[in-house]
């Protein structure tokens, strides 16, 4: 299993061709070599909101 934690932000990224919308997670560059492997692979995103971002 691999895991790799970093902070971000979900972007709306408008909506797909049938209308739903569309979301996206901006990785940071200091990660980026951490999650090569993962491109397009499916993945688990667990969301955790900060205490003081509420």
């Not at 299993?1 to 940071?28: C, E, L, N, R, W």
């Amino acid at each position: 299993m691999v895991q790799v934690t970093f902070h971000s932000k979900i972007f709306s990224m408008g909506h797909d061709k049938y209308g739903d919308p569309k979301y996206a997670i901006y990785v940071p560059k200091s990660t980026h070599e951490k999650i090569k492997g993962l491109l397009e692979k499916e993945v688990v995103v667990i969301v955790i909101l900060p205490d003081d971002e509420e």
